[in-house]
């Protein structure tokens, strides 16, 4: 050995002096084979001909509003697959570290960290030749005061106007729910909690009312921004319905939100727009069975649960026979169904555009795990980012403003016919769409209600 290996812990402060970020904290990870660091608003471009990239990062944990702006030259994009399971493409670059007295170059491909703790993972390829790991220790190489920190970096400025703004859901935990908290604290709003199942209602024709439990009266919120699941949509936005009556500006609406979980009121709405979905035939009537078979086009074909979500009642029936079995078991049983041709072309591939006050601000494609025909994240499906096309974002746009939503995830397919609308989503979740884009849409929600207020 020619020289002596450094020891450092399994946490670690180091800096990335070309990237202008003095100090930022590491989870060392031998585990891990390339390094990452935390970064959004993701955008390559050109220079001199060769590629780079520009990005965002947010070097201290727990704190949104200390941004760098960085750029550096890209070397590389790669697949990989997240802890949470996302494969998503990154980019690589490769930028001057230095940690402890130690100065050297490395590779980290850019991804969005807000589900992890440590804004910065320090992987083996950087530590290779260079340092031992005692992962009983911790910021062996030494750590910054709070002063030093303090003096390198500036908090960015508060929004002119401070807003109000609750989050109306039923767990603070889900990754959406807390990016949506962090971008309104980041931009100097006042942002809260609220559980819908802890929320009830006063009607009154001169001073309708929401209480929170314990008697708080919840009388002073600008806006709220609903996330209801759809075993709550009913008193979800009966909530909604009584803050609008109260003159607070709510993200989506209660009207809205409520059309949207009707999938057959919503495609009736789509259709009359001018969107074109998969042929679907519908009957209250298992007499009617074979004729609505035929009607789109035979088998294979899907069946869907009208009150199903994220892929969970939607049935592939490939032959005729099956269809009829399944169809009849679920009359049986008084369940509302559709029956939609299926799009063998697809091969099991959707698209996800989300549409934010109407503009589609991030897309992405989800592809079915092997043996299953549904895209759907929660049903195993991966997701990686894709170019859509104009008609594709003018689908989407087309559909956010039929349904009324002013945030809206929207499923399209690929078919020989051109691309056909699946579903529109009032409560779209933003973590394997953030993670695949690397885009703030958290942000820009928050940016939807600023414009509202002319903020």
């Known amino acids: 050995m020619s020289f002596q290996k450094a020891i450092i812990g399994s946490e670690e402060w180091c800096s990335f002096p070309d990237l202008d970020i003095p100090f930022t904290k590491a989870r060392v990870d031998s585990g891990a084979k390339t390094s990452a660091i935390h970064a959004t608003n993701i955008i390559p471009f050109s220079r001199n001909g060769e590629d780079w990239v520009k990005f965002d990062v947010n070097p201290l944990q727990n704190n949104v509003k200390i941004v760098r702006h960085c750029e550096a030259k890209l070397i590389d994009k790669r697949i990989v697959k997240s802890s949470s399971g996302y494969r998503e493409q990154r980019y690589v670059i490769k930028t001057e570290l230095k940690i402890g007295d130690d100065r050297f170059s490395i590779e980290m491909t850019l991804a969005n960290r807000d589900s992890m703790g440590f804004r910065m993972l320090l992987g083996r390829e950087a530590m290779v030749g260079k340092m031992l790991v005692d992962p009983e220790e911790k910021y062996l190489l030494g750590q910054p005061s709070f002063d030093e920190i303090k003096d390198c970096y500036h908090v960015s400025k508060e929004s002119a106007s401070k807003l109000r703004i609750a989050v109306l859901a039923s ?14 604290e980041a931009r100097g709003h006042e942002m809260e909690f609220l559980n819908i199942k802890e929320c009830y209602i006063k009607l009154d024709a001169t001073t309708p009312e929401i209480h929170y439990r314990g008697g708080r009266v919840l009388d002073n919120f600008d806006a709220v921004i609903p996330r209801i699941r759809p075993s709550i949509t009913y008193y979800g936005c009966t909530l909604i319905r009584q803050f609008e009556a109260m003159k607070v500006f709510t993200l989506n609406s209660a009207a809205a939100i409520t059309q949207s979980r009707d999938k057959l009121f919503s495609l009736q709405l789509l259709l009359q727009s001018g969107v074109d979905i998969p042929t679907t035939g519908f009957a209250n009537s298992p007499l009617d069975t074979d004729d609505v078979i035929k009607m789109v086009g035979g088998s294979p074909l899907i069946i869907k649960l009208l009150e199903g979500t994220q892929g969970k009642g939607v049935v592939l029936a490939e032959t005729k026979k099956a269809a009829e079995s399944v169809i009849n078991a679920f009359k049986s049983l008084n369940a509302n169904i559709l029956v939609q041709e299926f799009i063998k072309e697809a091969n099991g591939k959707d698209l996800r555009l989300f549409v934010v006050d109407g503009k589609v601000v991030a897309a992405m494609q989800r592809e079915a795990a092997p043996g299953e025909f549904r895209a759907n994240i929660h049903m195993g499906g991966t997701a990686s980012v894709i ?36 579903e529109v989503n ?11 884009t690397h885009k703030d849409i958290a942000g820009e929600m928050i940016k939807a209600i600023e414009k509202n207020f002319k903020i």
């Open 426 to 436: 009032s409560s779209p979740g933003l973590e394997g769409i953030e993670g695949a």
């Open 171 to 184: 767990n603070p935990n889900l990754y959406s729910n807390r990016r949506i908290m962090e971008a309104g």
């Open 387 to 422: 170019k859509v096309t104009a008609e594709e974002k003018r689908i989407a746009i087309k559909a956010a403003k039929a349904m009324d939503l002013k945030v809206a995830g929207v499923d399209i397919i690929r078919s020989s016919k051109g691309p056909l609308l699946l």
